[in-house]
């Protein structure tokens, strides 16, 4: 097993480019959620989902679109990117009403 | 919302105990963990506790809950080198995927 997977490790982007975070786990977890973790902040969670086609907003979902088309990926897609957007972003997943989430091992994204 | 409390820092000497301490708002709390991540690393379970027990050990962990404080400690037995990382105490609420995170408190061990 691979676990949860994560691609890019790195990302820079400008001022209103978009780009997509890659998520994807084969572990058969119905629950997946993207976090992004800032110095001081801890993790706030952005989006999550209980299971193919079902998604529901975090903490801080403004400027973050997701989808769930099957149970392995969960994409995190940026439409315009602001600085305040440079962060670390992690995705996890679980089994529904298990109390471990298994993490990504995370995309560092710079916007500059 | 949940708020939970972390200090960002702490020091100890290889072979020392470290206890890293953490306060949370939400007495309904059900579930309580913590999380280790290591430098460039997502985050990895270590241990969490019920809200019915008072205490949790796991070789060298012990957390240990007071509900009426809303306090969870993590203590970690002869600190080794590698326990160098950052500490998550997180908390769930309002249903298993409501999970809220602390700061994180990173350890420093000093060989």
């Known amino acids: 097993n691979a676990g949860v997977t994560q691609t890019p490790k790195f990302q820079v982007l400008k001022t209103g480019q978009s780009m997509t975070l890659q998520c994807a786990q084969d572990m058969n977890h119905e629950y997946m959620s993207w976090y992004r973790q800032d110095p001081g902040m801890g993790l706030r969670l952005i989006h999550y989902s209980v299971g193919a086609g079902i998604t529901d907003q975090g903490e801080v979902p403004n400027g973050y679109n997701v989808s769930r088309s099957t149970t392995e990926d969960f994409p995190l897609r940026l439409l315009s990117a602001a600085p305040s957007q440079t962060s670390v972003y992690f995705c996890?997943?679980?089994?529904?009403?298990?109390?471990?989430?298994?993490f990504g091992p995370g995309t560092r994204l710079t916007v500059t | 919302g949940e708020d939970v409390e972390q200090s960002l820092f702490l020091s100890v000497r290889e072979g020392d105990s470290s206890v890293i301490n953490c306060t949370y708002t939400d007495s309904s709390s059900t579930y309580l963990y913590w999380y280790k991540q290591e430098p460039g690393a997502g985050l990895q379970l270590l241990t969490y506790i019920f809200s019915n027990m008072d205490m949790k050990q796991d070789q060298r962990l012990t957390v240990l809950l007071n509900k009426k404080d809303k306090h969870l400690s993590l203590r970690i037995a002869d600190t080794q080198t590698g326990d160098s990382a950052i500490y998550f105490c997180a908390v769930n609420s309002g249903g298993y995927q409501k999970v809220t995170f602390g700061t994180g408190t990173k350890l420093q061990v000093i060989p």
């Open positions: 996890a997943s679980s089994s529904l009403g298990a109390y471990e989430q298994y």
